[in-house]
């Protein structure tokens, strides 16, 4: 199973951009998925995560900004990121809980990051 985020880059505070990451390889279930952050320096962090049934959760850091949304059909999870701010700036991780078999029970896997940077 492998994640492909895409979609980061620079944008001038106070603007938006749009990531995406899909899944692909031997996939039989995706359950939740969620996106985290790592900013230089510091410890990854939780930015927002949705259930298979599409139930979101969000830090309190992005909401109202941030909205997580996934196409099941195309395995792809992404995050609409409104109103950024330079504390904002980092590596953008995905991360899925998959299963490989019917009788397989998930297992997470991560993609390999997308840097955000926001700066005038």
């Known amino acids: 199973v492998q994640l492909q985020a895409s979609g980061g880059g620079l944008v001038q505070p106070g603007g938006s951009l749009r990531l995406s990451c899909a899944a692909s390889g031997s996939i039989f279930r995706v359950d939740h998925m969620a996106w985290y952050r790592q900013a230089p320096g510091k410890q990854r962090d939780f930015v927002a995560t949705i259930s298979s049934g599409g139930g979101t959760t969000y830090a309190d850091s992005v909401k109202g900004r941030f909205t997580i949304s996934r196409d099941n059909a195309k395995n792809t999870v992404y995050l609409q990121m409104n109103s950024l701010k330079p504390e904002d700036t980092a590596v953008y991780y995905c991360?899925?809980?998959?299963?490989?078999?019917?009788?397989?029970?998930?297992?997470?896997?991560w993609g390999q990051g997308t840097l955000v940077t926001v700066s005038s």
């Open positions: 991360k899925a809980a998959v299963a490989t078999a019917s009788y397989r029970r998930p297992d997470d896997y």
